[in-house]
């Protein structure tokens, strides 16, 4: 895939993201950050296609008729779908982008309309895991060798608000779920980049369910976005550094190149997964009782953290990897 190709399908993916009219400032500024970001990831400025996208000085047209493979095409029209439904199911303003743009690009409608209930499998899948309270394996457990992490144990919590999984044990379902999303990361394909969204708010949803809160997926959603992870933001970001990195959509040779190029990424999901776990469960061990900022800080400290173990465990995210059936995406969040 050349670069024209490259920039064409970031300006249709940051198309999709504003194509609800309905981003509020936060997510805006995010998304924003993200392609100032990715501008340093090689040779396209998508500082300015940003500003070009959000302007509307690029057309839809113009822009799918820089992707000559139908490859280029469907990856285009996937990773539209996905930016679309990483925080909903889709609006009808989304729904109407969607449709101009496989139209634009020629794509098979019944194949389109596969994928998209696909993603939208994904995107709608109830927030509670299935099975008992017993099943902490299924929280992407793998070879089954992560061992606790080394992260300071939180400060005692009220007794009204203490975890009924231990401190050790919930130390392993966080540090699996990460080693799990880590290893998504390394897929080539676009839904594999999509689960490792619901996969963390499943996460969530148990450590405060632990803690005796019932969370509903707002809640959820507020908490990530308190914290400053934007569930469309965050999207693009894996998406995009994996595109530019040469990884996405390579689904023949992609997984064994992505195992050798970790770094695209930095193991983004990996320290993601593993800070969200780590404050949800100061955060609900402690009432609810910590403000913006000290979740922020908090969150930004413990990515710094999970930024130095990535090196120890990125053997077992390579593992996790090479075991995940890439077919059965939906099955695999549906029992996170």
Not at 166 to 178: R, V
Request: a negative charge; proline letters at 3%.
């Amino acid at each position: 895939m050349n670069e024209h190709e490259q920039q064409a399908i970031l300006a249709i993916s940051l198309m999709a993201a504003f194509a609800d009219g309905h981003k509020d400032e936060s997510e805006r500024a995010e998304i924003k950050r993200i392609a100032d970001a990715l501008t340093g990831e090689g040779s396209i400025n998508l500082a300015a296609l940003y500003q070009d996208v959000l302007l509307k000085r690029v057309s839809l047209a113009d822009t799918t008729a820089a992707l000559t493979t139908p490859e280029a095409r469907q990856l285009a029209f996937e990773m539209a779908v996905c930016v679309c439904d990483a925080d909903a199911v889709q609006s009808a303003a989304e729904q109407a982008f969607l449709g101009e743009l496989r139209n634009a690009l020629a794509l098979d409608a019944q194949q389109s309309a596969a994928y998209s209930r696909r993603a939208e499998a994904i995107a709608t899948l109830p927030v509670a895991a299935v099975g008992t309270d017993d099943e902490a394996e299924a929280w992407g457990s793998g070879s089954g060798s992560a061992k606790a992490n080394p992260a300071p144990a939180p400060a005692a919590s009220p007794a009204g608000y203490a975890s009924t999984i231990s401190e050790a044990e919930m130390d392993k379902i966080i540090l699996n779920a990460a080693i799990l999303n880590g290893a998504l990361e390394l897929l080539p394909e676009s839904l594999s980049t999509m689960a490792i969204i619901p996969l963390q708010m499943k996460l969530v949803y148990r450590i405060g369910k632990s803690c005796g809160f019932e969370l509903d997926r707002g809640h959820i959603k507020d908490f990530l976005a308190t914290v400053g992870v934007g569930l469309t933001s965050q999207y693009l970001e894996q998406a995009g550094r994996k595109l530019l990195g040469g990884l996405l959509g390579k689904v023949g040779g992609g997984l064994l190149r992505g195992l050798g190029k970790q770094a695209v990424s930095s193991g983004m999901s990996f320290a993601t997964t593993y800070a969200l776990g780590h404050v949800a469960r100061r955060y609900y061990a402690g009432g609810r009782s910590f403000s913006t900022q000290m979740l922020r800080e908090a969150f930004d400290g413990m990515v710094g953290e999970a930024r130095s173990l990535h090196d120890r465990y990125l053997p077992e995210m390579q593992a996790r990897a090479r075991s995940l059936d890439s077919a059965k995406i939906v099955d695999l969040v549906r029992q996170g």
